[in-house]
C-alpha cells in the first residue's frame, strides 16, 4: 500500500540546535516534495519544495534533502528557537496526479 | 489581497443536519483544494477545481459530499446527513496554475479551516 510516513512521536529538542525530522514515503514515485508548517488550529503554511532531480534546497535556516533511492526527505532548521516550535508536514506529489498528498507531521518543540 | 478566507471558522451541528462550508480563495488563483483534517493526522485531500471544473474527487469521499465553484471563484463544500465521524477540519487551499506550466511545482496556500463538530 502506499504511504508517507513521519515520525509521530513529537521531537523535542533546545534551543540553538539542528532539529532533523524525517519523511519516509512507499509505493509513490514522486515528482515533487514540499514540506509546510502548521500551527494550532490554523492551515499549513508552505517552506520548501524540492523535485525529483534535486539533492538539497537552502532557505535561510532551512534545508531539506531528498533521496529517492531511500525513498526518504529530511528536513532539517538550524539554530532551532522556540518560536520554530510547530508541526511540520511534508507532502508529495506524483506525476499522474496533481493533487498533494500529506503525510502525518511531526510535532516540533523547541526549549529554551 | 487578504489570503485564503474560510467561512465558518467554527460550525457545531446535531447528527443528520446539513452543514455548508465557504471558501473565498487568492483572487488570482485559478485551482481550489479541499482537504479534510482530523487530530494528529495530516490533511486528506477530498477534491479539487482548475476555475470552476471539478478535476478530481478523492474515492474516499461519500455521496453526502458535495463541492460547487460556480463561477470559478469562491467555492462551497457541503455535507449532507451529518455523521459524527464528518467531525474534523475543513481546510481550503488555492494555488496557481500558469499555462504550460508543470503543475507539480503547485505551491498551496491554505485557509484557516473551518472546524466541524457533530454532536
Known amino acids: 500500500s502506499q504511504k508517507i510516513e513521519q515520525n509521530s512521536e513529537a521531537l523535542n529538542i533546545q534551543e540553538g540546535k539542528t532539529a532533523t525530522l524525517t519523511c519516509n514515503y512507499t509505493n509513490y514515485s514522486p515528482a515533487y516534495l514540499q514540506w509546510y508548517r502548521q500551527d494550532p488550529g490554523r492551515g499549513p503554511v508552505f517552506l520548501l519544495l524540492i523535485r525529483e532531480n534535486e539533492k538539497e534546497k537552502r532557505k535561510e535556516r532551512l534545508k531539506v534533502t531528498f533521496d529517492t533511492t531511500l525513498k526518504q526527505s529530511l528536513f532539517h532548521i538550524t539554530a532551532s528557537q522556540p518560536a520554530d516550535s510547530a508541526t511540520y508536514l511534508c507532502?508529495?506529489?506524483?506525476?499522474?496526479?496533481?493533487?498533494?498528498?500529506f503525510g502525518t507531521g511531526t510535532r516540533l518543540q523547541v526549549f529554551p | 489581497d487578504t489570503g485564503v478566507s474560510q467561512d465558518p471558522r467554527h460550525k457545531i451541528t446535531k447528527r443528520g443536519q446539513n452543514v455548508t462550508f465557504r471558501c473565498d480563495p487568492i483572487s488570482e488563483h485559478n485551482r481550489l483544494y479541499w482537504y479534510r483534517q482530523t487530530l494528529g493526522q495530516g490533511p486528506e485531500f477530498l477534491t479539487y477545481?482548475?476555475?470552476?471544473?471539478?478535476?478530481?474527487k478523492s474515492r474516499l469521499l461519500s455521496d453526502r459530499f458535495s463541492a460547487e465553484r460556480p463561477k470559478g471563484s469562491f467555492s462551497t463544500l457541503e455535507i449532507q446527513r451529518t455523521e459524527q465521524g464528518d467531525s474534523a477540519m475543513y481546510l481550503c487551499?488555492?494555488?496557481?496554475?500558469?499555462?504550460?506550466?508543470?503543475?507539480?511545482?503547485?505551491?498551496?496556500?491554505f485557509g484557516a479551516g473551518s472546524r466541524l463538530t457533530v454532536l
Open positions: 487551499a488555492s494555488s496557481r496554475i500558469r499555462t504550460g506550466e508543470r503543475s507539480g511545482a503547485n505551491v498551496l496556500t
Open positions: 477545481f482548475q476555475n470552476e471544473a471539478q478535476l478530481e
Open positions: 507532502a508529495l506529489r506524483t506525476y499522474n496526479t496533481d493533487k498533494l498528498i
